[in-house]
């Protein structure tokens, strides 16, 4: 099962962000983009590895992205107590965390973004995922 089948809600609300920025400023191109969500998973991957994360060095239309889908899967994010986490029943089984979850939406976003760049130019990712989000 990807994450398509797992995530369909997270990975939409991270599009429709970026879909929303794009509408509102025709500048924004897919390398803003990928700047935006590298720097996300970095975050995220910090967060995970139960590191600080670092501010990123970015501006303009990357920090747009940055801070507006950030928003929307911190607004997801629901509080934890550690008696609310399920248990684990072997090394095998491991149920992922929000942010394990957030980090490979991220990712899977991130491989789409390279796709229909390289197949479309540099709108292609935004030309493409336009047509999907209301």
């Not at 992922?96 to 490979?104: G, H, K, M």
Request: with cysteine.
């Amino acid at each position: 099962m990807g994450l398509e089948d797992s995530h369909p809600d997270i990975l939409q609300n991270i599009e429709f962000m970026i879909v929303r920025i794009y509408k509102e400023n025709g500048e924004l191109r897919d390398k803003n983009v990928m700047k935006g969500l590298e720097a996300l998973k970095k975050h995220y991957h910090a967060l995970v590895t139960r590191k600080n994360p670092v501010d990123p060095s970015l501006k303009g239309l990357e920090l747009d992205i940055y801070k507006e889908v950030m928003f929307i899967l911190e607004k997801r994010r629901t509080p934890t107590k550690e008696e609310d986490q399920p248990r684990r029943f072997s090394r095998a089984f491991k149920v992922p965390t929000q942010d394990e979850i957030f980090l490979a939406c991220l990712g899977k976003i991130e491989k789409s973004v390279k796709f229909w760049n390289k197949e479309r130019g540099e709108r292609g990712y935004l030309d493409f995922v336009k047509h999907y989000i209301l």
